[in-house]
């Protein structure tokens, strides 16, 4: 049964992504040994998306209020890219240190959270878009 799953970021300066990922976003994380820190990230959804190309994949997470989140992460000297409204939600980049990106999105669409999270997410729905 699956349990889980495992992104990875590849990146030209992974120490410094990773302490973006602990030091900025605040994510735990353990030590698989020699530094290696693996994060636990929020509740994650997945949408497959078509495409004229195979293996394009993207991360974004996720946010109740962007507005709010941009300003807490520029205040911590993050600079997000400007905000585009998509029919699916409010999206941002957020440049990592090792030069790639994240995307940050403030969804409109219904979110598959509660199908499997603990109560109390938000817009769970069981007709998720995506």
């Known amino acids: 049964m699956i349990f889980g799953a495992h992104m990875i970021i590849y990146s030209k300066d992974a120490t ?3 302490l973006f990922f602990r030091d900025i976003l605040g994510f735990p994380s353990v030590d698989a040994g020699q530094g290696w820190l693996i994060f636990a990230l929020p509740p994650a959804e997945l949408a497959v998306h078509p495409a004229e190309e195979d293996d394009g994949h993207e991360i974004y997470v996720m946010c109740d209020d962007l507005k709010t989140e941009i300003s807490a992460l520029e205040a911590k000297g993050i ?12 999206i941002t980049k957020l440049r990592l240190p090792g ?14 959270f509660a199908l499997r999270g603990p109560p109390g997410l938000p ?8």
Request: charge should be positive; charged fraction near 20%.
């Open 99 to 112: 030069g790639g990106s994240v995307g940050l999105y403030q969804p409109k669409h219904p979110t598959a």
């Open 79 to 90: 600079r997000c890219s400007d905000v585009q409204e998509a029919r699916w939600g409010l």
């Open 16 to 18: 410094a992504d990773r």
């Open 123 to 130: 817009g769970g729905s069981s007709g998720a878009a995506g």
